[in-house]
């Protein structure tokens, strides 16, 4: 069937299933046909808009390609659809996904043809996936510098969202963009993208900002104050920037925000004081959030030099009968607790608390506020916060669960006080506040941030109660599963909800056992409507710890299907999962072990971060299958590819800490484990290899698996240990290793440190 015929198929409801089974087939054997396929369609005007905005997608959802075959169709297609807007978002995103030499010319030439607003959005693309390089970044900012200069307002929009992205990796143009954008944010119709433009100056520009640039930045600040909530809060976030980056390089420091101080620090009491736009304000205002947060990295950098002048204002404050004022003040006073030394603001804690605790009772503005305001006391100065006060904040926190625009900034607080309580907890007060977070978050969104901090600080309650709360916790798991039984009737269950179902489960996974089926359907209802979801996937780690093979057998292939490197986050939690299972069935992961192992292999592969964790995944299943673990000589093969470039180097630097320090560690964990259990003839050859991997180990997890290794090579090859420790420095590495072990009040341990102390 034709390539553009299966396309519209996809488009009509009873021949879609048939027609993305057949796509998925080609793009999975034939990728290059695949992709001049989806070229050739984006070319053909003949074809419905849709169909030509599908290839597209599923162009992009191709690339990159290996081999340049298609290479030339598919640049002429892409550059030809940045010139429809009907395609040109989608055209762009694949540009991104295509860093060949030649692209940036063309991009460049595609401008100068009428056609800029598209090839700056491409060049902004390429800049954000990691497409374009330095040399590259720069021409196409100085395209985008003289961009600026177009008449048609939408290009200008797009130079500044394309300089935006492109800053980072333009060395040489941040003097002419930090005054483009100083001069684009003076234009009311370009204020807010420049602005946010300004926010990546701030970091990038540091070194060439100068005493005029800070002014003009205030007064752009200064003439955003009164503008609309989401720029004046966009102005702050330039100024937060700043005091980031000042705290990042603090020991070069120049002092602008102190210069600035007297500037700012007004503005960003404008901004705590001034009233949301929006008349249905619920939880949270824009333009407040922003003052809060950069007087937060504001008081970082100035230290106590911060008070004087913010305590005036919330003294004033706090007295008015205007509850925005009150909230401004309360605002102020837990911003400024994290920058200024302690024995400064103790006696202010101590005498603000009173006031704090009685607007926890006021309205939601105030009481929001001083939630927030006694959270960051308890983050950062729990002692300051009596038990009796903490008391308080418990006794009305649990009245006021229920209120959605108090939740986050309520449970940040109650989050505080569990971290001091929860484990003299009494069951009978566990479970009512466990009670009242689940009501709380029964009438939240499920989608809201209120509905994500009800279930968190509820996770917080259940990790650290004490054991006698776990008839309690049952009664938790009744609910939890009840709820997403309700939900997956009205689609995918919320992932705060499935969170919370594995935090409760690895409390009471000992008692529950009998929730093992219902669990496992559950979880495949779940999966079946969102493959990829994290937590879903995440469980299928708490629901073996149950004990149900059967069950896990039967979810096994969305594990399987979701270990690919292209999807990174759901990628990490099967792996996680994956080692929670083989860890759960011990020897009753034999016959899953086969899959598991190919699957991770081929993610360990790719390297980074993935490839560790797929790694880690690998040293588990040894761990349990050890000499009966598949594929073993191919597998040991792999874990010494991976690691010996990366241990090269860490021998060249001379025991210098390196940045592929945990990789080292886990594939001499992972040999460990299969020295210990291995067959010796499988692990011929790999007891030299893991031997040159003991200098580099520097955790305390990782020195004790040395030590064991040491030991086991001891018992079973001393010959090959003894010629290992002639070489000076390693005979000092395992003497440090056997001072460790004779220290430990480990008896394993210590048999091991005198075992190996006999070869010394």
Same mark, same amino acid.
């Given at each position: 069937?034709?390539?553009?015929?299966?396309?519209?198929?996809?488009?009509?409801?009873?021949?879609?299933?048939?027609?993305?089974?057949?796509?998925?087939?080609?793009?999975?054997?034939?990728?290059?046909?695949?992709?001049?396929?989806?070229?050739?369609?984006?070319?053909?005007?003949?074809?419905?808009?849709?169909?030509?905005?599908?290839?597209?997608?599923?162009?992009?959802?191709?690339?990159?390609?290996?081999?340049?075959?298609?290479?030339?169709?598919?640049?002429?297609?892409?550059?030809?659809?940045?010139?429809?807007?009907?395609?040109?978002?989608?055209?762009?995103?694949?540009?991104?996904?295509?860093?060949?030499?030649?692209?940036?010319?063309?991009?460049?030439?595609?401008?100068?043809?009428?056609?800029?607003?598209?090839?700056?959005?491409?060049?902004?693309?390429?800049?954000?996936?990691?497409?374009?390089?330095?040399?590259?970044?720069?021409?196409?900012?100085?395209?985008?510098?003289?961009?600026?200069?177009?008449?048609?307002?939408?290009?200008?929009?797009?130079?500044?969202?394309?300089?935006?992205?492109?800053?980072?990796?333009?060395?040489?143009?941040?003097?002419?963009?930090?005054?483009?954008?100083?001069?684009?944010?003076?234009a009311?119709?370009?204020?807010?993208?420049?602005?946010?433009?300004?926010?990546?100056?701030?970091?990038?520009?540091?070194?060439?900002?100068?005493?005029s640039?800070?002014?003009?930045?205030?007064?752009?600040?200064?003439?955003?104050?009164?503008?609309?909530?989401?720029?004046?809060s966009?102005?702050?976030?330039?100024?937060?920037?700043?005091a980031?980056?000042?705290?990042?390089?603090?020991?070069?420091?120049?002092?602008?925000? $102190?210069?600035? +101080? *007297?500037? @700012?620090? &007004? %503005?960003? !009491?404008?901004? =705590?004081? #001034?009233?949301? /736009?929006?008349?249905?304000?619920?939880?949270?205002?824009?333009?407040?959030?922003?003052?809060?947060?950069?007087?937060?990295?504001?008081?970082?950098?100035?230290?106590?030099?911060?008070?004087?002048?913010?305590?005036?204002?919330?003294s004033?404050?706090?007295?008015?009968?205007?509850?925005?004022?009150?909230?401004?003040?309360?605002?102020?006073?837990?911003?400024?607790?994290? $920058?200024?030394? +302690? *024995?400064? @603001?103790? &006696? %202010?804690? !101590?005498?603000? =608390?009173? #006031?704090?605790? /009685?607007?926890?009772?006021?309205?939601?503005?105030?009481?929001?506020?001083?939630?927030?305001?006694?959270?960051?006391?308890?983050?950062?100065?729990?002692?300051?916060?009596?038990?009796?006060?903490?008391?308080?904040?418990f006794?009305?926190?649990?009245?006021?669960?229920?209120?959605?625009?108090?939740?986050e900034?309520?449970?940040?607080?109650?989050?505080?006080?569990?971290?001091?309580?929860? +484990?003299?907890?009494?069951?009978? %007060?566990?479970?009512?506040?466990?009670?009242?977070?689940?009501?709380?978050?029964?009438?939240?969104?499920?989608?809201?941030?209120?509905?994500l901090?009800?279930?968190?600080?509820?996770?917080?309650?259940?990790?650290?109660?004490?054991?006698?709360?776990?008839?309690?916790?049952?009664?938790?798991?009744?609910?939890?599963?009840?709820?997403?039984?309700?939900?997956?009737?009205?689609?995918?269950?919320?992932r705060?909800?499935?969170?919370?179902?594995?935090?409760?489960?690895?409390?009471?996974?000992?008692?529950?056992?009998?929730?093992?089926?219902?669990l496992?359907?559950?979880?495949?209802?779940?999966?079946?409507?969102?493959?990829?979801?994290?937590?879903?996937?995440?469980?299928?780690?708490?629901?073996?710890?149950?004990?149900?093979?059967?069950?896990?057998?039967?979810?096994?292939?969305?594990?399987?299907?979701?270990?690919?490197?292209?999807?990174?986050?759901?990628?990490?939690?099967?792996?996680s999962?994956v080692?929670?299972?083989?860890?759960?069935?011990?020897?009753?992961f034999?016959?899953?072990?086969?899959?598991?192992?190919?699957?991770?292999?081929?993610?360990a592969?790719?390297?980074?971060?993935?490839?560790?964790?797929?790694?880690?995944?690998?040293?588990?299943?040894?761990e349990?299958?050890?000499?009966?673990?598949?594929?073993?000589p191919?597998?040991?093969?792999?874990?010494?590819?991976?690691?010996?470039?990366?241990?090269?180097?860490?021998?060249?630097?001379?025991?210098?800490?390196?940045?592929?320090?945990?990789?080292?560690?886990?594939?001499?964990?992972?040999?460990?484990?299969?020295?210990?259990?291995?067959?010796?003839?499988?692990?011929?050859?790999?007891?030299?290899?893991?031997?040159?991997?003991?200098?580099?180990?520097?955790?305390?997890?990782?020195?004790?698996?040395?030590?064991?290794?040491?030991?086991?090579?001891?018992?079973?090859?001393?010959?090959?240990?003894?010629?290992?420790?002639?070489?000076?420095?390693?005979?000092?590495?395992?003497?440090?290793?056997?001072?460790?072990?004779?220290?430990s009040?480990?008896?394993?341990?210590?048999?091991?440190?005198?075992?190996?102390?006999?070869?010394?």
């Open positions: 069937m034709a390539f553009p015929e299966l396309l519209r198929q996809c488009l009509a409801p009873k021949e879609r299933g048939a027609a993305e089974g057949r796509l998925l087939e080609l793009r999975a054997t034939e990728p290059a046909q695949f992709a001049v396929g989806c070229a050739q369609a984006l070319q053909d005007a003949q074809l419905p808009a849709e169909v030509r905005q599908m290839a597209a997608w599923l162009l992009r959802g191709a690339l990159p390609l290996t081999g340049a075959a298609a290479a030339v169709p598919l640049q002429a297609a892409l550059l030809q659809a940045l010139e429809s807007p009907a395609l040109c978002r989608a055209a762009a995103l694949c540009c991104a996904k295509m860093p060949w030499p030649q692209l940036v010319p063309q991009l460049l030439q595609l401008g100068q043809r009428g056609f800029g607003k598209e090839a700056l959005k491409a060049m902004a693309l390429l800049a954000e996936e990691g497409a374009a390089s330095s040399s590259s970044a720069a021409s196409m900012a100085e395209a985008a510098l003289k961009a600026l200069q177009a008449p048609d307002l939408a290009t200008r929009l797009a130079a500044v969202e394309a300089l935006t992205a492109l800053l980072p990796k333009a060395a040489g143009s941040e003097q002419a963009v930090l005054a483009a954008a100083l001069g684009a944010a003076k009311s119709e370009l204020r807010l993208e420049a602005l946010r433009l300004l926010e990546v100056c701030a970091r990038e520009c540091y070194d060439v900002i100068s005493g640039d800070l002014q003009q930045l205030a007064e752009v600040a200064a003439g955003c104050a009164s503008g609309s909530e989401l720029v004046a966009q102005a702050l976030e330039v100024w937060e920037a700043l980031a980056k000042e705290l990042e390089m603090a020991q070069r420091s120049r002092g602008l925000l $102190g210069q600035a +101080a *007297p500037l @700012l620090l &007004p %503005l960003l !009491q404008q901004g =705590l004081q #001034r009233k949301p /736009e929006d008349p249905g304000w619920q939880e949270r205002s824009t333009l407040q959030d922003s003052a809060r947060a950069c007087l937060m990295a504001t008081a970082k950098v100035l230290g106590d030099a911060v008070l004087q002048p913010i305590l005036a204002f919330a004033t404050a706090m007295g008015s009968e205007d509850m925005w004022q009150r909230r401004a003040a309360l605002l102020a006073f837990g911003a400024v607790q994290d $920058g200024p030394s +302690a *024995p400064t @603001l103790q &006696p %202010l804690v !101590q005498m603000a =608390l009173p #006031r704090l605790l /009685e607007a926890l009772t006021a309205p939601s503005v105030e009481a929001s506020s001083a939630f927030w305001a006694l959270g960051r006391l308890l983050e950062l100065h729990p002692a300051a916060v009596p038990d009796d006060a903490q008391a308080r904040i006794e009305v926190a649990v009245l006021r669960l229920t209120e959605p625009c108090l939740a900034q309520l449970c940040y607080c109650l989050d505080g006080v569990v971290d001091q309580q929860a +484990a003299v907890l009494e069951p009978r %007060l566990f479970g009512t506040v466990a009670e009242s977070l689940l009501k709380g978050a029964q009438v939240a969104d499920p989608h809201s941030r209120a509905h901090a009800l279930f968190g600080c509820l996770n917080e309650l259940l990790a650290r109660a004490a054991e006698d709360c776990l008839p309690q916790m049952e009664l938790v798991l009744e609910e939890v599963m009840r709820r997403a039984d309700v939900e997956l009737s009205r689609g995918p269950v919320s705060s909800l499935l969170s919370c179902l594995r935090v409760v489960l690895q409390r009471v996974s000992e008692r529950s056992k009998r929730c093992g089926p219902a496992g359907a559950l979880l495949d209802r779940s999966l079946r409507l969102d493959p990829t979801e994290e937590e879903a996937l995440r469980a299928i780690g708490s629901l073996a710890a149950l004990g149900d093979a059967q069950a896990v057998v039967a979810l096994w292939p969305f594990l399987l299907s979701a270990l690919r490197v292209d999807l990174p986050d759901p990628c990490l939690a099967a792996i999962a080692t929670d299972v083989a860890k759960a069935l011990g020897e009753c034999a016959p899953l072990g086969a899959s598991a192992v190919e699957a991770l292999a081929a993610v592969k790719a390297g980074g971060r993935l490839g560790l964790r797929a790694t880690q995944g690998l040293s588990a299943i040894f349990v299958l050890g000499r009966h673990t598949p594929h073993l191919e597998l040991l093969a792999l874990l010494q590819s991976l690691a010996g470039p990366k241990l090269e180097e860490f021998e060249r630097s001379q025991g210098a800490v390196h940045e592929s320090q945990e990789l080292l560690e886990v594939v001499l964990l992972a040999h460990e484990a299969l020295l210990c259990q291995g067959d010796s003839a499988a692990l011929a050859g790999s007891a030299g290899f893991a031997l040159r991997l003991l200098p580099a180990m520097r955790t305390a997890k990782a020195r004790r698996g040395a030590l064991k290794l040491l030991r086991h090579l001891a018992q079973e090859a001393p010959l090959e240990l003894r010629a290992f420790l002639a070489q000076g420095a390693a005979r000092s590495c395992a003497t440090e290793l056997v001072m460790m072990g004779a220290a009040p480990n008896s394993a341990l210590r048999e091991a440190a005198n075992t190996v102390r006999a070869l010394l």
